[in-house]
């Protein structure tokens, strides 16, 4: 069949960064001073974000992590 490639979206050049972006709202947040937080990293799936941050745990017992699922990021265009 073919393509319709006469067709542009209006957002077709950011609408694959945005849908990538999207993909990984699991992230792993390190508490500081102040009640402030910082990303450490992200992840698709909870279970990656459970291993790394086991990893994390041992390789720097002092620091406070916690698992958080991150909806509201400025780079997701829905």
């Known amino acids: 069949m073919p393509q319709n490639t006469d067709y542009k979206a209006a957002n077709s050049e950011t609408q694959p960064i945005a849908y990538k972006a999207r993909l990984n709202s699991w992230a792993i947040a390190r508490f ?3 009640t402030q937080r910082e990303i450490v990293a992200r992840f698709r799936s909870r279970s990656d974000a ?25 780079e997701a265009v829905i």
């Open 32 to 34: 500081l001073p102040d």
């Open 50 to 74: 459970d291993g790394y941050m086991q990893h994390l745990s041992q390789t720097t017992p002092n620091a406070t992590f916690m698992i958080v699922f991150d909806c509201q990021r400025d």
